[in-house]
């Protein structure tokens, strides 16, 4: 397992941007594959970004798309979260989680393994 720490969250006006960073621990890091999900109180944790091992190949929600960009650095070990445009509907936990060494972009919350701690977002309109 790897171990996760988020950071970057707070709170923005509708229209603003964060950035979320995930740091993470282990000499693996390069061979997992990467996701962000979030969890709106009341609601489920669902998934919003998806990078594999190399960052070749993303995946987004459908209602992040165009706003949103997932990115890392192997060399850092860190995956971001770049949030633009945000709206109020963004408001969550937003969480990173690392696969269980699949490698490739994955939606499915049961394909991974490590999660860190979370990190609150809270957009105001």
């Known amino acids: 397992q790897v171990q996760l720490v988020e950071s970057g969250g707070g709170l923005v006006q509708a229209g603003g941007s964060l950035r979320l960073s995930c740091a993470a621990s282990?000499?693996?890091?390069?061979?997992?594959?990467m996701g962000w999900f979030r969890q709106a109180p009341g609601k489920e944790r669902e998934f919003v970004a998806g990078?594999?091992?190399?960052?070749?190949?993303?995946v987004y929600e459908d209602s992040v798309k165009g706003r949103f960009t997932i990115s890392r650095d192997n060399g850092k070990n860190t995956v971001y979260l770049q949030m633009n445009s945000l709206k109020s509907e963004d408001t969550a936990v937003y969480y990173c989680?690392?696969?269980?060494?699949?490698?490739?972009?994955?939606?499915?919350?049961?394909?991974?393994?490590?999660w860190g701690q979370g990190t609150q977002v809270t957009v105001s309109s």
């Open positions: 989680a690392a696969d269980y060494g699949l490698g490739y972009p994955t939606r499915q919350k049961t394909d991974f393994g490590s």
């Open positions: 282990g000499r693996t890091f390069s061979s997992y594959a």
């Open positions: 990078i594999s091992w190399s960052g070749g190949n993303t």
